[in-house]
């Protein structure tokens, strides 16, 4: 559970400040990102002037978004102790076939941007879901490996996008789409960020709050402990999956509308990036530990990290180096983190 770090926290009364073993609070309750971000935030700041002006991580808030969303519903999936490799796809699927309803939809209401807009979305969620329940359905129902059941259904899901679309992006889009959904400001907030803030408190408020919140960690935490204790795991795994997709989805839907076409190429490697963005953020891979203001940040600090590298001139294959070097040394640590966390020094 959450609360599981402050439970080890053992600072004893009246003994002095020791900078030890602040750290070493700070490591159990936050994990590696407060460590990562001090790094990061040293490292680009040395390397490039512009990386700390307000314009640039006004910029990186702003790409952040994206990443955000997919991270939000990675950590849901994680926390129950299984992981989602197919929320590319997800924004995939999405993108292509809310594009392709849209150019059909238009051909009908020529003069209905708002309808043929909303019916696109829809069509992109519904898509989407398929994804989400049959990897909710494989994992739930009938006990397959997370790992096997969300790479088979990413291989599927990104076959048929590239069947509905031959691999050929889809324009002549609505105009009001992207010029609200990817250009658009409410109160001179862009709309992905009011979005991506409105998206965040129903998280935060779910996994708080509810309910359902409360069984996702349990069963995360101890399956066995969960049905015992009369929770329908199947049910809540399913809900997770279905939560993951669906954030998944309107980060697929914010994206179109940022390239104003259906691309089959969107979310290529935000599997790996929003896997990262919550192992950093501190969600263990066992399950049962996890926060979403603490994903929200290792989101940022993934974009962070790009867009330092960026100013730094480094290619674009050797960040994929250093970024999957940085998951696996993230989750490495988290083994170390979760040893001390069971008391296992």
């Known amino acids: 559970m959450t ?107 020529p003069d209905a941007a708002f309808l043929v807009v909303t019916l696109g979305i829809l069509t992109g969620f519904v898509a989407a879901l398929a994804i989400g329940a049959l990897n909710g359905l494989g994992v739930a129902k009938f006990g397959v490996s997370p790992f096997i059941m969300t790479l088979g259904v990413q291989s599927m899901g990104a076959g048929v996008a ?67 204790s009369g929770i329908n795991t199947a049910r809540t795994l399913f809900i997770a999956y279905m939560l993951c997709a669906l954030l998944a989805s309107l980060s697929g839907v914010l994206l179109t509308a940022r390239v104003e076409s259906g691309e089959t190429n969107l979310g290529g490697t935000i599997a790996l990036e929003s896997i990262a963005a919550c192992v950093i953020a501190g969600v263990s891979l066992r399950g049962g530990i996890g926060r979403v ?28 180096i250093l970024l999957g070097g940085l998951l696996v040394l993230a989750v490495v640590i988290d083994q170390f983190r979760y040893r001390m966390l069971i008391g296992d020094r």
């Open 3 to 109: 609360n599981e770090a402050e439970a080890v926290k053992t600072t004893q009364p009246g003994a002095g400040f020791s900078l030890r073993q602040f750290f070493g609070d700070v490591f159990l309750k936050l994990g590696v990102l407060p460590f990562f971000l001090v790094a990061a935030l040293i490292i680009f700041a040395l390397a490039s002037k512009q990386f700390l002006t307000v314009d640039n991580i006004v910029n990186v808030a702003r790409q952040s978004v994206y990443l955000v969303l997919v991270s939000l519903g990675q950590m849901i999936v994680l926390v129950t102790g299984g992981f989602d490799l197919s929320v590319g796809t997800a924004i995939a699927l999405t993108s292509v076939t809310s594009a392709t309803a849209m150019v059909y939809f238009a051909s009908v209401f």
């Open 162 to 228: 590239l069947f509905i679309t031959g691999g050929v992006p889809i324009g002549g889009l609505p105009y009001a789409f992207g010029d609200f959904f990817g250009f658009g400001r409410i109160a001179g907030v862009p709309v992905p960020v009011v979005v991506a803030v409105l998206a965040i408190i129903v998280i935060w408020t779910l996994m708080n709050r509810t309910r359902t919140g409360a069984r996702i960690y349990a069963v995360g935490g101890n399956v066995k402990a969960a049905k015992l």
């Open 293 to 320: 203001e603490s994903v929200v940040l290792g989101a940022f600090f993934i974009v962070l990290v790009q867009n330092g590298m960026n100013l730094m001139q480094i290619g674009s294959y050797m960040q994929m």
